[in-house]
């Protein structure tokens, strides 16, 4: 890796970004100081993550130094994908009439879930791994990308309606891309959460992985498109031809989202208020619950030493080797 792309992944606070040499793909996990939703400074890194890939690619002629096929979004929160948006944050701005805050927070998840869904406009594949719940925004943002991979038993939905709303941020435009406008609506006004197995069978999600093997079967469909990676890149490229996503129509709906928000009553935002303090319950201590195998920077047999580390300094052996304190728990 160039010292470029080290200047990209490094230096993150509500999100944990490596690089897979093997898969040449980028993990982003979602790892927020307090509760696991989008909070505006996670969604700000992300966005910054999004723009600084993109102008990689661009410096480097579409050509990276670091080569990159694959754009994954994935949590670090065990048994949580993301609670959606900051309900909390929203309460507050609705209470305080603050509708140009509101307007910049989903124009901020429209700008991410778009890029998401057009590949970053670069020849990758963006891919979401579910492994859990996945709410509101976090089920929009999942769903935004090409491909949606999930954990057998994850629960999905967007629960809106129960407070008297409807998701904002892209909910409508991919659900009715992918199942049509009617299961959309369905979907959407019964504020059920449903299993990720029935989303597969409607065509929502793209692959259904067993327990504990999410991450087996995400490395398992990286292996087998890249043997075709040139053909898999021109079918995204028709699919995105037939039926495209038109950011102007995320935006619209995005603002006739903030415009429902500011009609809530006293009544809903008490209601809100209910998942707000769900929310508040997976306010969990997060260094004690990364997932061991995703905090890991590389594996052993696919690395050679010396090496740059994501902080542009040379590693001359492997100092997990022997001794390590982390193993001790």
């Known amino acids: 890796m160039d010292k470029d792309f080290h200047k990209i992944i490094r230096g993150k606070s509500e999100i944990s970004v490596r690089y897979d040499p093997k898969y040449e793909a980028i993990w982003v996990y979602s790892n927020p100081?307090?509760?696991?939703?989008?909070?505006?400074?996670?969604l700000q890194e992300v966005y910054e993550l999004q723009l600084s890939i993109i102008n990689y690619f661009k410096k480097n002629d579409m050509k990276p130094k670091t080569p990159i096929k694959y754009y994954l979004n994935a949590s670090q929160t065990p048994g949580i994908y993301n609670y959606g948006g900051d309900l909390q944050h929203f309460s507050d701005l609705i209470k305080n009439r603050d509708y140009d805050a509101l307007y910049n927070y989903a124009k901020l998840c429209i700008d991410i879930i778009y890029l998401n869904a057009v590949n970053l406009h670069l020849p990758i594949t963006t891919i979401s791994v579910v492994e859990g719940t996945s709410l509101g925004g976090g089920f929009e943002n999942a769903i935004s990308c090409s491909v949606c991979i999930a954990e057998e038993g994850s629960q999905m939905g967007v629960p809106e309606i129960r407070f008297n709303l409807i998701p904002g941020m892209g909910a409508y435009s991919f659900l009715a891309r992918s199942a049509g406008v009617r299961v959309a609506e369905e979907i959407i006004s019964s504020g059920h959460i449903?299993?990720?197995?029935?989303?597969?069978?409607?065509?929502i999600i793209t692959k259904i992985a067993?327990?504990?093997?999410?991450?087996?079967?995400?490395?398992?469909?990286?292996?087998?498109?890249?043997?075709?990676?040139?053909?898999?890149?021109?079918?995204?490229?028709?699919?995105?031809?037939?039926?495209?996503?038109d950011y102007n129509e995320l935006l619209d709906i995005a603002k006739i989202w903030v415009e429902a928000a500011l009609r809530l009553t006293k009544k809903d935002l008490k209601m809100m208020q209910r998942l707000i303090d769900h929310q508040n319950l997976k306010n969990i201590d997060m260094t004690q619950t990364l997932r061991a195998d995703q905090d890991r920077r590389f594996d052993a047999e696919s690395?050679?030493?010396?090496f740059m580390d994501s902080f542009g300094n040379i590693v001359h052996t492997?100092?997990?080797?022997?001794?390590?304190?982390?193993?001790?728990v």
């Open 303 to 306: 690395i050679t030493f010396p």
């Open 210 to 245: 067993k327990k504990g093997e999410t991450h087996n079967m995400v490395n398992i469909f990286m292996k087998r498109n890249s043997r075709s990676f040139n053909g898999m890149q021109a079918l995204q490229e028709v699919r995105h031809r037939y039926a495209p996503i």
């Open 194 to 203: 449903y299993a990720a197995e029935t989303l597969h069978d409607m065509g």
């Open 33 to 42: 100081k307090s509760r696991p939703c989008y909070s505006m400074s996670l």
């Open 318 to 328: 492997d100092r997990r080797s022997i001794n390590d304190p982390r193993l001790n």
